[in-house]
T-cell receptor, first 112, second 114 residues
Framework: RKEVEQDPGPFNVPEGATVAFNCTYS??????FFWYRQDCRKEPKLLMS???SGNEDGRFTAQLNRASQYISLLIRDSKLSDSATYLC?????????????FGKGTRLSVIA | DTAVSQTPKYLVTQMGNDKSIKCEQN?????MYWYKQDSKKFLKIMFS???????INETVPNRFSPKSPDKAHLNLHINSLELGDSAVYFC?????????????FGPGTRLLVL
């Protein structure tokens, strides 16, 4: 089983739609959770961290369920500029000097 | 004023050659990383350095040798390049705070081995 698994893509949605991405992780000792965004031929960039209580940043909402080892990202009112690959990322330690473990990513295309 | 920079951006070379990729960060971070993103877009850690010391060395062929002359630089030297080394190599840096660690990635070096 892969350490971090995500919904297979691509997701093709019209502008204004709501889209949800799911992710599961296998290491129950995982401590930190993130969503990164990677545009075509660019580097990954942090979109948002995911906290146990769930958190929201504008149109983006992230949820974490530690019992199910499940992370989600909800995007409301999709914009064309949201088109990218969304990477679910997990860190097994709650300290520095640890590498991130990436999912393969889910590609989103928002269509006009 | 790029935070994490890499050179070169593109690298096309023949099998068997030796090449180097350079990375520099101006964020004052203590930790730097090399990641490899293969043709299937899977991003995987290769090495991690903290204050010039090797912390993590994943299962990477010993043809790959990282070097950190100071904590702002982490270079990657690759000997005897093989076809399977073709990928995008990302450098990253991070600094742990009391709350979390955010990693900042460089723009990537696209390596093509012919």
């Amino acid at each position: 089983r892969k350490e971090v698994e995500q919904d297979p893509g691509p997701f093709n949605v019209p502008e204004g739609a709501t889209v949800a991405f799911n992710c599961t992780y296998s290491n129950s000792a995982s401590q930190s959770f993130f969503w990164y965004r990677q545009d075509c031929r660019k580097e990954p960039k942090l979109l948002m961290s995911v906290y146990s209580s769930g958190n929201e940043d504008g149109r983006f909402t992230a949820q974490l369920n530690r019992a199910s080892q499940y992370i989600s990202l909800l995007i409301r009112d999709s914009k064309l500029s949201d088109s990218a690959t969304y990477l679910c990322v997990v860190n097994t330690q709650n300290s520095g000097n640890t590498p991130l473990v990436f999912g393969k990513g889910t590609r989103l295309s928002v269509i006009a | 004023d790029t935070a994490v920079s890499q050179t070169p951006k593109y690298l096309v070379t023949q099998m068997g050659n030796d090449k180097s990729i350079k990375c520099e960060q101006n964020l004052g971070h203590d930790t730097m990383y090399w990641y490899k993103q293969d043709s299937k877009k899977f991003l995987k850690i290769m090495f991690s350095y903290n204050n010039k010391e090797l912390i993590i060395n994943e299962t990477v062929p010993n043809r790959f040798s990282p070097k950190s002359p100071d904590k702002a630089h982490l270079n990657l030297h690759i000997n005897s390049l093989e076809l399977g080394d073709s990928a995008v190599y990302f450098c990253a840096s991070s600094q742990w705070t009391d709350v979390q660690e955010t990693q900042y990635f460089g723009p990537g070096t696209r390596l093509l081995v012919l």
